[in-house]
């Protein structure tokens, strides 16, 4: 991992970008079709279930990236003695929960 201006970086396997940008392409699509029931009047409660799938679906989207972040960031670096990561990923949690 690099650092840069914005922070840190991870090279991702192609099989892990393409999963996760599906998963985030799923979204954007549910999104766009929450716009589109906005802008037909759809009832309310129709639009609402639509959000909670999109709000699960980008749960899920979290869930995978974090679940990948822990596999390879936060085991590399405690190998490397890193531990400050430890404090990194409670905080991280901490957002999520």
Known sequence: MADCCCGRTKNRSPQELKKLMNRLSRVEGQIRGIRGMLEKNVYCPDI???VAAA?????GFAK???SEHIRTCVVQDIQSGHTETTDELVSVLQ???
């Open 64 to 66: 995978e990236l974090l």
């Open 48 to 50: 609402l279930v639509q």
């Open 55 to 59: 709000s699960a679906a980008l749960d």
């Open 95 to 97: 957002k999520l929960l």
